[in-house]
């Protein structure tokens, strides 16, 4: 079956420090990955998704970046780090073919930015 | 383009009572739709989905959803809640593929009290 995994779950940084968050998928090839970023009161932002490797899509501009450096790996950095960048990030994964758009979730990586 | 309103950000309930999280979506076009539930400090799990045939839709943990066209609502019913039903719900909607155009509402707390 698939699984996806994220780290760290937890991290604090300082203003101004870089940001590197790590997303993988098992189990399933070519899959569509995704990261997401849920505020407080603000829903989940679609931040960046990959139909490839190499290939990002940015949905917001802003302080961040992903990169793909492999099939089922996604990161997220930042080079640094706002207080606004502070929030649960969640990456996601779904089927390359799927026609409906449903995604899978990984457990999440809270950033407190300090 | 397609959008998604959760109608109420806090759902109260008392253990055993049913409970109803409203989801009202517009699009122009055919739609999924789907509920995700969120436990704290966890990533989002897949409750239920529609994606065409019977408008009710059962899921796990005993909730259902029914869809109607023509009111552009997918509500989320349980008739007897349980404390640990207590997490945050989300309603999703896509109109297909799956490039990153799973849209969410911002989310219903519901917190199930002894």
């Known amino acids: 079956s698939q699984t996806i995994h994220q780290w760290p779950a937890t991290l604090v940084q300082p203003v101004g420090s870089p940001l590197s968050l790590e997303c993988t998928v098992e189990?399933?090839?070519?899959?569509?990955l995704y990261w997401y970023r849920q505020a407080a009161g603000r829903g989940l932002q679609l931040l960046f998704y990959?139909?490839?490797?190499?290939?990002i899509s940015s949905e917001v501009p802003q302080n961040l970046s992903a990169s793909r450096p492999q099939d089922r790996q996604f990161i997220l950095s930042s080079k640094k780090l706002l207080l606004s960048d502070s929030g649960f990030y969640l990456c996601?994964?779904?089927?390359?073919?799927?026609?409906?758009?449903?995604?899978?979730f990984g457990e999440g990586s809270r950033l407190t930015v300090l | 383009a397609q959008s998604v309103t959760q109608l109420d950000s806090q759902v109260p309930v008392f253990e055993e009572a049913p409970v109803e999280l409203r989801c009202n979506y517009s699009?122009?076009?055919?739609?999924?739709l789907f509920w995700y539930v969120q436990y704290p400090n966890q990533g989002l799990q897949l409750l239920l989905k529609?994606?065409?045939?019977?408008?009710l839709v059962k899921g796990i943990n005993g909730f259902e959803a029914e869809f109607n066209k023509s009111q552009t609502s997918f509500h989320l019913r349980k008739p007897s809640v349980h404390i640990s039903d207590t997490a945050e719900y989300f309603c999703?909607?896509?109109?297909?593929?799956?490039?990153?155009?799973?849209?969410f509402g911002k989310g219903t707390k519901l917190s199930v009290k002894p």
């Open positions: 996601a994964w779904s089927v390359l073919q799927d026609r409906w758009g449903e995604l899978f």
């Open positions: 189990g399933t090839s070519n899959p569509n």
């Open positions: 990959s139909v490839g490797i190499g290939q």
């Open positions: 699009s122009s076009v055919s739609v999924y």
């Open positions: 529609y994606l065409s045939g019977s408008t």
């Open positions: 999703a909607v896509s109109v297909g593929g799956s490039q990153g155009n799973l849209i």
